[in-house]
Each structure stands twice: as C-alpha cells, then as structure tokens.
C-alpha cells in the first residue's frame, strides 16, 4: 500500500468544507492524502473543533499576534514542516498567502472557490459576498471552482467546477448553502483525493 500524502487544511470559519474532508477520509473516498493538520486563522473558529472532534491535531495562528504578514506565515510555514505536510487545501481561508508562501508549495496548494471562476472572484470577493454579487449581477447559473492557488488570487489552474442553479426568492445565505451542499462539498473531497492520488504516483516515480 502506498503511503497517504500528507494533508494539512486551512481554515478562518465555520469549517463545512473541512467536514465535507473528514467525512469523505471517513468514508475512504479520500485514501491517497490523510488530513494530519488543521491550521486556523482565527482563534474562535468553530472549525477548530471539528478538527477536534475528529481528533486532527488544530492549531491557530493569529496575524494580529504575528504582527505582520511575514511572521504570520511563517508561523504557517513552521507548523507546515513541522507535520510533513505535502499538500495544503485551503477551505475558508480568508487570508491573501504571498507569492513567496505560494512558492514554496507549487501545484500544492488547492482553493475552494464558492463561483464559476473566472465570475465573481479575485480580491473582495469571500465568502456570503461572492453570493451577494452573484445574486446583484442577476445571473441565473452559479456554482463553485477547485482550483491550484498561484500568485493571482482565484488565478490558478482549475481541477474543476460545478454549476448550481439560482432560484427565484433565494438571499444569499440560501444560495451558500445550496452551492455548498450541491457542489463545495462534493467537488473538494473529489479534487483533493484525484491531487493526492497523483502526487503518490509522482513520489513512487521518483522513488524507482
Ligand atoms: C465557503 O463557501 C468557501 O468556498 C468560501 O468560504 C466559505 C467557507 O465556509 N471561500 C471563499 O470565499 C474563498 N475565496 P466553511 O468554513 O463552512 O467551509
């Protein structure tokens, strides 16, 4: 058996998609990546606990005690190396990662994107906002993107997408959900294994 790559998840919130993960390794349908870290932006995410609950070492790193964009991430960078982690999965994270953070992990880091990219993303555009737009634009499709993280936010490479449809009388909190429970939560699981799955085979190449 192969071994599992290792995963480290991202979080600033409520921590949905962070399930959608511990339940889907709980399943087996994620196999070829374990979750072994969950890093938090913010103290009081509830994500947190559901690290917890799951038994997943969580650890928040706050930038306002950091003190600076610069220390904030490599306060990230240290937990990264310290647990071995080859594969980061930011879900929820509401902080803007450096060119130089990116680099150190190309093609290793993946986002979930609550729009069909390349609407209703980029700087300002999170969490129930990319709903608000959505639903002040008047588009009649929405849904949600996995993609690569690269230097341009919501820029990189995308592993895939599903549309959900917008429904007459829907706020934005309605339309979150449906787009989280029809795609984010569907979509996540699946890329992260298909990454994880390929970065094994990559490792065992480079193993012969
Ligand atoms: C999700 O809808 C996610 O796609 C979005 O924030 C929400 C977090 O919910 N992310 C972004 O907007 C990133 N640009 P969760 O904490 O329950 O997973």
Not at 20 to 28: F, T
Not at 95 to 124: D, M, T
Not at 199 to 207: I, M, S, V
């Amino acid at each position: 058996m192969l071994k599992p790559v290792n995963i480290a998840v991202l979080v600033s919130g409520g921590g949905t998609n962070l399930q959608a993960l511990i339940n889907a390794q709980r399943d087996g349908l994620l196999h070829s990546g374990k979750i072994q870290l969950v890093l938090s932006s913010k103290p009081d995410a509830y994500a947190l606990i559901r690290a917890q609950q799951a038994g997943i070492p969580a650890v928040a790193v706050s930038k306002k005690q950091a003190g600076s964009q610069q220390a904030f991430e490599e306060a990230l960078l240290a937990q990264l190396r310290a647990h071995h982690i080859d594969l980061i999965v930011l879900a929820g994270f509401m902080s803007i990662l450096s060119e130089e953070f990116i680099k150190a992990y190309p093609r290793r880091i993946l986002n979930v994107h609550p729009s069909l990219i390349p609407s209703f993303c980029g700087q300002g555009f999170y969490g129930l906002r990319v709903h608000e737009a959505a639903l002040a634009y008047g588009v009649k499709v929405t849904g949600a993107t996995v993609h690569f993280v690269n230097e341009i936010p919501d820029g990189g490479e995308i592993i895939a997408q599903k549309a959900v449809d917008i429904l007459p009388g829907d706020t934005p909190e309605i339309l979150q959900r449906r787009v989280m429970e029809q795609a984010e939560w569907v979509l996540l699981p699946q890329a992260t294994e298909a990454v994880s799955a390929a970065l094994q085979t990559e490792r065992e190449g480079n193993d012969e």
